[in-house]
């Protein structure tokens, strides 16, 4: 069965930073692209905030770049978002995804909040 958990949300001031991860299971990791997406506020659509392919090539939101840094541990299955300089903006859910790379199978975490407030 396919997990993907979320941790490493929480409450943090403007220009702090958070450090988010998503530990996969169920799944062969390194045959995954690995995405955050983000809902900024109930029924919004959910946008994708960064990607990292297998081998680690990785693309962002303009609204994120040079802020937010997206890396992946194939030997730990695990996929990490470090966030930083963080702006009320950045408020929102978290979601950690993955699409196989040849099938395009895809699988959600359940996601963990992030709020960005003084």
């Known amino acids: 069965q396919v997990q993907l958990v979320e941790s490493g949300g929480g409450l943090v001031q403007p220009g702090g930073s958070l450090r988010l991860s998503c530990a996969a299971s169920?799944?062969?990791?390194?045959?995954?692209?690995m995405r955050w997406y983000r809902r900024q506020a109930p029924g919004k659509q959910r946008e994708l905030v960064a990607a990292i392919t297998s081998g680690g090539g990785s693309n962002y939101a303009d609204s994120v770049k040079g802020r937010f840094t997206i890396s992946r541990d194939n030997a730990k299955n695990t996929l990490s978002l470090q966030m930083t300089s963080l702006k009320p903006e950045d408020t929102a859910v978290y979601y950690c995804n993955s699409v196989h790379r040849t099938s395009g199978l895809i699988n959600w975490g359940q996601g963990t909040q992030v709020t960005v407030s003084s």
């Open positions: 169920g799944i062969i990791f390194s045959m995954y692209t």
